[in-house]
């Protein structure tokens, strides 16, 4: 079992690691001190490139201790990260909780939490719907729902649910949904009369170290429960921590040892690999896992929790990965490499480094284009205008649609970060910005084209935005990197305004 004590800060740092710009509170160790491989890490990060694979940060814990670490740029330990369906896991705790407090049980029927919003004449399977069915994703539901769907709804999320047509009974078929989450959320707003996340800050994420984390809330004012947690990787790693530890933190008894030790085992018959809103890996390792992955997962056998956070568009692709290249890392070694520990630190170094921004590029297009507004012709995304400024080595973006006027600063030839709120719900997995942090960077790349990257640091998206002029008139492309549905919008063209 993994100790991880908090009180005395950061004061095992390893020795050459890069300095980090937040406290989380978590002990370093060299790894080769707590059996770590450095080299096999370096075989890891190294495949990662090789395979084009977009991790941003992971941390390695053994041993009540941090050994391995490292965030890309322009990702860091102190920015925070829309964590998706880790979510889950976080309201598993909160369930885990109101039980051991005798608010609730696994058994209590979901009908009997809302009499005025079940149907006038609710089915049997309805009636039969359980806690324990919302927890292990057997709701009866023939498919899953999103949190993307349920961000595009504007009336009442807990209505919704009950709309959503039974086909199998309850507690019988395992199908992935975000609306059993939203529901267990809703239940512990009704017993508690607190939010999901007011709920848990003095119980978990206060007691954890965990600040500054944010939890978006629905219609209904309940929070999601499936989604909309934005927290820190080191915050990440701790759920893993404290599960991995029976749910003891710092000597104190966080969450019911029992409830820890059946949340983290498979639930619903001998095929499962589901527990209470965690995945469940081989040899008794288990995961809490949110689209293009952010991933705390724990191997028991080896006192081990890894944490990432990635732009990658399915978990599976990353696994293997770990298993067969990260795994070896922290297999029994008589003999731990202590000067591994340096050349870890070292690739860690170049791994974490800002890359070179590519020339600005030159155009006389830029001194044509520069201050003019184009209006855009009738589009699904509601664009009425768009506006190019070029000053002080930077260029700013300027998009009009209904809700106002949206800016993104990219320096040319140069990285600036700001904050926007430009809209792209549909390329970010339904998510809506309002002064999120964007760092940006322009290029001539043609005499006609210019090309921005916008990189959303606090997610797991990066849009390409390509500018093509001619004559009067403009093109703009935008794609994303990763989404769970459109990965580029249909083309913005229009003319110069008269």
Not at 7 to 33: I, N
Request: glycine share 10%; net charge negative.
């Amino acid at each position: 079992m993994q100790s991880t004590n908090v009180e005395d800060g950061r004061s095992d740092a390893v020795p050459g690691a890069t300095e980090l710009a937040f406290d989380d509170g978590l002990l370093r160790a060299a790894p080769s001190s707590v059996g770590i491989d450095g080299d096999q890490i370096i075989r890891f990060l190294d495949q990662l490139e090789s395979a084009g694979l977009d991790v941003h940060s992971f941390m390695l814990h053994r041993q009540g201790k941090v050994a391995a670490e490292g965030w890309r740029w322009p990702y860091r330990s102190d920015r925070l990260r829309v964590l998706h369906s880790v979510a889950k896991s976080f309201t598993a705790c909160a369930i885990g909780l109101a039980i051991g407090e005798g608010r609730l049980s696994l058994s209590d029927k979901v009908v009997n939490f809302f009499p005025d919003e079940v149907p006038t004449d609710p089915s049997e399977w309805l009636q039969a719907m359980t806690v324990r069915d919302l927890l292990t994703m057997r709701t009866g539901h023939a498919q899953g729902v999103s949190g993307a769907v349920w961000r595009n709804i504007a009336s009442s999320w807990t209505a919704e649910f009950f709309k959503i047509p039974l086909v199998y009974a309850p507690g019988t078929r395992y199908v992935y949904t975000s609306a059993a989450s939203y529901m267990l959320s809703a239940i512990l707003t009704k017993i508690t009369g607190q939010t999901l996340h007011a709920y848990l800050k003095p119980r978990l994420f206060e007691p954890l170290g965990i600040r500054d984390e944010r939890w978006s809330v629905g219609p209904d004012g309940i929070n999601p429960g499936g989604n909309g947690l934005t927290a820190r990787t080191a915050d990440l790693l701790k759920l893993g921590l404290l599960h991995a530890q029976g749910g003891r933190w710092n000597g104190s008894q966080i969450l019911p040892e029992r409830w820890v030790h059946d949340s983290t085992r498979a639930q619903g018959g001998p095929d499962s690999t589901y527990g209470y809103h965690w995945q469940i890996r081989p040899a008794g390792a288990y995961s809490a896992i949110g689209v293009f992955v952010q991933l705390v997962t724990v191997f028991p056998e080896h006192d081990v929790t890894l944490a990432i956070t990635a732009a990658i568009d399915k978990s599976a692709t990353l696994l293997p990965y770990v298993q067969q290249y990260l795994v070896p890392a922290f297999l029994a070694a008589p003999m731990p490499d202590a000067a591994a520990d340096g050349r870890l630190a070292q690739r860690l170094r170049v791994w974490q480094a800002e890359p070179s921004a590519p020339s600005a590029g030159y155009s006389d297009q830029q001194g044509t284009v520069a201050g003019k507004s184009y209006v855009i012709d009738p589009n699904a995304a509601g664009v009425e205008s768009i506006r190019l400024i070029f000053v002080d080595g930077e260029c700013r973006f300027q998009l009009t649609d209904a809700n106002g006027s949206h800016e993104i600063r990219a320096g040319l030839g140069q990285w600036i970060e700001s904050v926007t709120s430009m809209p792209g719900q549909d390329l970010h997995h339904g998510y809506t910005f309002d002064r999120e942090p964007v760092v940006a960077m322009a290029r001539w790349a043609g005499a006609h084209t210019l090309e921005m990257t916008w990189i959303f640091p606090q997610t797991a998206f990066k849009d390409t935005v390509v500018c093509t002029f001619d004559g009067d008139r403009m093109t703009v492309q935008r794609s994303v990197n990763v989404n769970s549905g459109l990965l580029r919008h249909p083309d913005l063209t229009g003319m110069v305004k008269r």
